[in-house]
């Protein structure tokens, strides 16, 4: 069953640089399980695949708007430098149930401190259910996206929130490929959901499925090792032809489970955000 949880917090001293981004974000997640469960958080460290995705910082005052169209440009994000007394949130989802039960003792539980690079953060509480305001806490079970995904819609737009890039070959691909967006959905989706979707879908995805429209911004990403090229902004997707409504259900399944796996490389240090629009 995947969560999605959004930690509301409160700088408890001047938090800058790689603390904020990158391997920063994996490691306070790491850290959180640790304190936790720490026979879990090594079993995470060493997974192949990661079991959760992490969001950068956001200032409270700028609400995650799932609404309209949205741009990188309009959400801030303070990745260089949180002052003191700021308040912030990020945004947490476990693709694996017992990752939740192992956080279940602090969501909804209010002050509670973790560490930064020896810096305190003040977690104030914690969503995992819509709120009137913030509809990026939730969560499903894989069931009901399967079953809930529409039969009939052949066309959808994706929202990629933050910085999103892929590896290709030796090199790094800062566009919205089909073929990479949709085989990484399908990948987790069959590493995590242990219900098996039609054996034919990968080749579906390689000969129908096309990038019809797009407004993406390029943007740069700093990470270990140097700078990585990446963009952000909508991409909207057709799968072309006559399809059985099977074929069609798990097209848009894919798409509503982006909401909770990301998209692309790095979902566990802050990149690939993506919702449904």
């Not at 973790?114 to 305001?133: C, P, R, W, Y």
Request: charged content about 25%; overall charge positive.
């Amino acid at each position: 069953m995947p969560y999605s949880l959004v930690f509301h917090c409160t700088a408890e001293a001047d938090l800058e640089g790689d603390v904020l981004r990158g391997k920063g974000l994996r490691d306070l997640v790491l850290r959180l399980f640790d304190r936790l469960n720490p026979k879990l958080s090594q079993q995470i460290a060493r997974t192949r695949q990661s079991p959760f995705t992490v969001s950068p910082f956001f200032a409270k005052r700028q609400p995650l708007e799932p609404k309209g169209e949205i741009h990188g440009e309009d959400y801030p994000l303070r990745g260089q430098w949180i002052e003191v007394g700021t308040r912030c949130r990020f945004r947490l989802t476990l693709l694996e149930e017992k990752l939740y039960h192992t956080l279940a003792g602090v969501v909804g539980k209010p002050d509670f401190l973790l560490s930064m690079d020896g810096k305190a953060l003040k977690v104030n509480e914690v969503f995992s259910s819509s709120q009137e305001t913030d509809p990026w806490p939730r969560c499903e079970t894989y069931q009901q996206l399967r079953d809930e995904a529409s039969p009939t819609r052949k066309e959808l737009r994706l929202q990629f929130v933050t910085p999103t890039t892929f590896s290709r070959h030796r090199g790094t691909l800062p566009l919205p490929d089909p073929q990479m967006v949709f085989k990484r959905y399908l990948r987790s989706w069959n590493w995590f959901a242990f219900l098996p979707l039609s054996t034919d879908l990968e080749r579906l995805i390689d000969h129908h499925i096309f990038l019809k429209d797009f407004r993406i911004s390029a943007v740069k990403c700093v990470k270990e090792g140097g700078v990585r090229p990446a963009f952000t902004g909508w991409s909207r997707f057709i799968l072309a032809g006559r399809h059985h409504e099977k074929h069609i259900r798990e097209f848009n399944l894919l798409a509503d489970y982006s909401f909770y796996c990301g998209t692309g490389d790095y979902t566990d240090m802050g990149m690939g955000v993506t919702q449904r629009l």
